[in-house]
């Protein structure tokens, strides 16, 4: 099946600093996903980015396709961007079938 | 907004109980999944559904089946729960094309004794 890779595994940041999580994955997707769990367990997610680039508010999002590659950039991080992150694939017709990544462990100290 | 609950927040069963987790979803959503989240594994799908009364495996089936009788239920049951299914389990729901957000449930966490 399609690999998910996430890195770095851990992160720990200074409130206000910026940063990039990466995903990588092994074959050709056509639905590609970001979410956020936050320390009480809820999975929201973050960006719908098969493909290009979205922004929504500090977070924004670029999935290259054809080199098979994702990234999430935080910028200006708050403490309650604490939590996981995690990217999640599915390969074309596998009928709305995520495979997930093992996620970026996140903490924003202030 | 789209919003997904689940019956427990918290469950304690004892092995050997039938345990039922109940999913429900408010958007009429065809399709509706059950994952198993563990530390070091991340999550991992268990069963899916696209339709009433359609389900299909997920990559770890084994010692759980399925009930989706409406649309906007989805039922996952554990016949004989076994204390290595003492887990975090998430439901999530998705709609058609274009709009293949997966939106999750708040999460059971199940301790089987």
């Known amino acids: 099946g399609i690999q998910v890779e996430q890195s770095p595994p851990d992160l720990i940041l200074q409130e206000g600093a910026n940063s990039t999580l990466r995903c990588n994955f092994s074959?050709?997707?056509?639905?590609l996903q970001w979410f956020h769990q936050n320390p009480w367990g809820q999975l929201i997610n973050l960006f719908y980015?098969?493909?290009g680039t979205k922004q929504n508010g500090r977070l924004s999002a670029t999935t290259v396709a054809t080199e098979r590659y994702s990234l999430l950039y935080i910028s200006s991080s708050q403490t309650t961007d604490s939590g996981v992150y995690f990217c999640?694939?599915?390969?074309?017709?596998?009928?709305?079938?995520?495979?997930f990544g093992g996620g970026t462990r996140v903490l924003v100290k202030p | 907004d789209v919003k997904v609950t689940q019956s427990s927040r918290y469950l304690v069963k004892r092995t050997g109980e039938k345990v039922f987790l109940e999913c429900v979803q408010d958007?009429?959503?065809?399709?509706m999944f059950w994952y198993r989240q563990d530390p070091g594994l991340g999550l991992r799908l268990i069963y899916f559904?696209?339709?009433?009364?359609?389900?299909e495996k997920g990559d770890i089936p084994e010692g759980y089946s399925v009930s989706r009788e409406k649309k906007e239920r989805f039922s996952l049951i554990l016949e004989s729960a076994s204390t290595n299914q003492t887990s975090m389990y998430l439901c999530?729901?998705?709609?058609?094309?274009?709009?293949?957000?997966?939106?999750f449930g708040p999460g059971t966490r199940l301790t089987v004794l």
């Open positions: 980015i098969p493909s």
């Open positions: 999530a729901s998705t709609g058609p094309p274009p709009t293949d957000t997966q939106y």
């Open positions: 074959d050709s997707v056509n639905n």
């Open positions: 559904s696209y339709d009433v009364k359609m389900k």
């Open positions: 999640a694939v599915e390969r074309w017709a596998a009928g709305n079938k995520l495979t």
């Open positions: 958007m009429d959503h065809e399709n």
